[in-house]
């Protein structure tokens, strides 16, 4: 059986991973709402059809808000984890039925360790997050986005949040903590490489986001100067279109591996198939835009895709 979060997830991975398909291999039959509904920033769709889908465009600086509820959402849920395992607070009852809501899991699935790693690097990645799209990123003020890719954010934050702590021990089944599998082999094995791995990647999706708004930056005020779109080049870019995308799959990479859940594997899915898409239209849109763009970059992949 499959819970909420997994079927919204499976749902959302399919429908990005089959609508990309058709985009991308028959745009010239594929109605033009659906393709305006599934562009957004630089590749947009440019054609005059189906502006009534403008009704439920949004700003795309509204990626803010993101990060917003994310860094708060995310530092409840962390601190009440604190407390559960180290001040010996008990799971709310309320809490309990919640997360039951959604998982419908009656035994955890991981380790407390695992789940704390994976919970922790969330909150790293949002919270970095949160200080770009505010303070680094220049967002076009005419870039928009359909409202369904704003609901899509806001679930995916508030699921991959619920899925970590709603499948660690104490948050579903026993409440003995006698009983508490506080550590695994699995995660003594990987906690170090992953987490190493993990802020490698974090690093250089932030290096890639200077890069990104420095590109619309004076380079000695600081000051935005422009909000056309230039051709990056440098650390990543070097290789491939989007390596902020391939980051973002790297670091899902290492949470699926602490995390290898039946609802973190649904997630990751999601993840795999937007970013792998988002990437593919950015990188052909950089191909049609710029003449000179460099042949041996790939989407998201380095010489792969």
Not at 100 to 118: C, G, H, K, Y
Not at 258 to 264: A, E, H
């Amino acid at each position: 059986m499959l819970n909420i979060l997994e079927i919204v997830f499976l749902g959302l991975a399919s429908t990005v991973t089959f609508t990309g398909f058709l985009i991308n291999n028959f745009e010239k039959h594929v109605p033009a709402f659906i393709i305006k509904g599934f562009r957004y920033g630089s590749f947009a769709y440019k054609g005059s059809e189906a502006n009534f889908l403008q009704l439920i465009e949004i700003p795309k600086a509204w990626y803010r808000h993101f990060y917003l509820f994310a860094s708060c959402f995310g530092s409840v849920t962390l601190i009440y984890m604190f407390a559960v395992y180290y001040l010996k607070y008990s799971v709310h009852k309320y809490v309990s039925l919640f997360l039951r809501i959604f998982l419908e899991q009656n035994e955890p699935s991981v380790s407390a360790l695992a789940a704390l790693i994976v919970l922790s690097l969330l909150m790293v990645q949002c919270l970095r997050r949160f200080y770009e799209t505010y303070f680094v990123q220049v967002f076009a003020k005419s870039s928009r986005m359909n409202l369904s890719h704003y609901l899509a954010g806001i679930i995916h934050y508030f699921a991959c949040f619920v899925a970590a702590v709603g499948q660690a021990p104490l948050f579903c089944g026993s409440q003995d903590r006698e009983k508490v599998n506080w550590n695994d082999t699995p995660t003594k094995v990987l906690a170090v490489p992953c987490i190493a791995v993990f802020l490698w990647a974090w690093f250089e999706q932030y290096q890639s986001n200077l890069i990104f708004a420095n590109l619309r930056k004076d380079k000695k005020s600081g000051k935005v100067v422009t909000e056309d779109h230039g051709v990056p080049h440098g650390r990543m870019f070097q290789h491939v279109s989007s390596p902020h995308r391939m980051c973002e799959l790297l670091m899902y990479t290492v949470l699926l591996l602490l995390m290898p859940t039946k609802t973190f594997i649904c997630i990751y899915l999601w993840v795999l198939a937007n970013q792998i898409q988002t990437a593919i239209q950015a990188h052909e849109w950089y191909k049609k835009t710029f003449k000179n763009y460099p042949k041996e970059r790939t989407a998201i992949l380095p010489h792969i895709l």
